[in-house]
């Protein structure tokens, strides 16, 4: 938490008394603002101005909000008013790309005589998302033995009966191991004892976490692959830790994005017929006001719900009077979790791994 | 070596029927029930080790 000493810190720091920084610059290199003119023509809506050292922090712990607007298990969507683009931008790449997540990454076929070709399997059952909570697991580097605490164990063994129509192997089919892998290893003497693929000293079972349940897959209607009568598919998969950065199948959004809100001003006013226009370019937006006497006009309703669509600049005369632009510092995130760890608790680690960063380029300033 | 004998025996698969035929050095190579002479040879049971990439 921020003490009062740092507030006031904070709203007396300012960068230019910093002992490195250079004074006595002409004032257009001494000042770092860039403004843009909302153009509706040119206007993008990712465009933003950036703050320069006109920002203080005490003004930011003052300024700052975030208004979630829903959420749910899968999904949310908030506000974030009074932060720069650079935060919104990183926490979205965060989110996409740095992220912990458990995914399968070494899948051992014992048998495979569907349609589907061993590495194409591999590669399906590798973006299957997987619903375990990667806080409670280590990564499993190169010389680490897979134990409990770095890999978890899946088997899928479906065979499609003779008899039988076509059939479907879906993610329920995974069950999840919780004393490690069951296939042993084919060791060339035969007095060793076995060795499987893992080395599990305890089951996953015996864990708090995973005592009354089960880890699965994210979602259970996931088509692997199918089969026909007499094929059959006999693997075992060992799922570990990662980063969206290796590969795609780490990351544990669906996607995450912003927007900026839409800021929509009506130059003059717009009566009448060609109030009537506007409304049809962009009925989600505007809204007709009778103002009485049969006379009527367009008012801005929800600025919120615009797409940045511009249609109206087709119209020569509502070019003139409809201003687009984006509020400034006021971001709309959405976040689209794939089952691993809900939105929210997502976006609170990405915060964290960006405060650690920060640590580190601190300390090694 | 005990694993190989002098006369392998191995199982084909028909490529009609799909039933499985069990045959010495010196059969007739063709499916025991349907008569097919098309057999394939069954998937190695070794463990492939794949990366999910």
């Known amino acids: 938490m921020v003490t009062k000493e740092e507030k006031r810190f904070a709203k007396n720091f300012n960068i230019n008394n910093l002992p490195d920084v250079p004074n006595g610059l002409p004032p257009h290199l001494q000042q770092t603002r860039v403004v843009s003119n909302s153009n509706p023509l040119t206007a993008n809506a990712s465009y933003v101005p950036c703050m320069g050292d006109s920002v203080k922090l005490g003004n930011f712990y003052e300024n700052f909000k975030v208004d979630v607007i829903s959420l749910t298990e899968r999904d949310m969507e908030f506000d974030m008013i009074g932060i720069d683009a650079a935060f919104a931008n990183a926490f979205r790449r965060i989110l996409i790309a740095e992220l912990p997540t458990m995914a399968i990454e070494k899948v051992l076929i014992a048998n495979n005589t569907s349609v589907i070709i061993d590495e194409v399997l591999a590669h399906r059952m590798g973006l299957i998302p997987i619903a375990a909570d990667p806080r409670l697991f280590e990564y499993l580097s190169v010389n680490d033995e897979p134990n409990e605490k770095n890999t978890i164990v899946f088997k899928l063994h479906v065979k499609c009966p003779k008899n039988k129509p076509r059939e479907k192997v879906l993610t329920s089919d995974l069950k999840w191991l919780p004393h490690g892998s069951e296939l042993l290893r084919e060791s060339g003497g035969s007095t060793s004892k076995p060795k499987t693929y893992t080395s599990f000293s305890c089951s996953q079972d015996s864990l708090p976490e995973f005592a009354n349940n089960p880890i699965t897959p994210s979602d259970l209607d996931i088509l692997i692959a199918k089969l026909a009568p007499g094929q059959e598919i006999e693997l075992e998969a060992h799922a570990v830790k990662g980063i969206g950065k290796t590969h795609a199948k780490w990351s544990p959004v669906a996607t995450a994005w912003y927007r900026m809100h839409p800021k929509v001003c009506l130059l003059g006013e717009v009566e009448d017929e060609l109030a009537e226009r506007l409304v049809k370019i962009c009925p989600n937006v505007f809204d007709i006001e009778d103002m009485g006497k049969g006379k009527k006009r367009a008012i801005v309703a929800q600025p919120r719900k615009c797409t940045m669509g511009k249609g109206f600049i087709r119209d020569d005369d509502l070019i003139e009077l409809v201003d687009l632009g984006s509020v400034e510092n006021h971001f709309i995130f959405n976040i689209e979790s794939t089952g691993s760890l809900p939105p929210d608790v997502l976006f609170t680690e990405a915060v964290k791994i960006l405060e650690a960063k920060c640590e580190t380029v601190l300390k090694e300033l | ?53």
């Open chain 2, 1 to 53: 070596m005990e694993s190989k004998p002098e006369e392998p025996v191995v199982t084909y698969v028909c490529g009609d029927c799909g039933q499985e035929n069990t045959l010495k050095r010196g059969d007739v190579f063709k499916c025991k029930e349907c008569g097919f002479r098309v057999l394939y040879k069954k998937r190695i049971r070794r463990k492939r080790l794949i990366p999910a990439n």
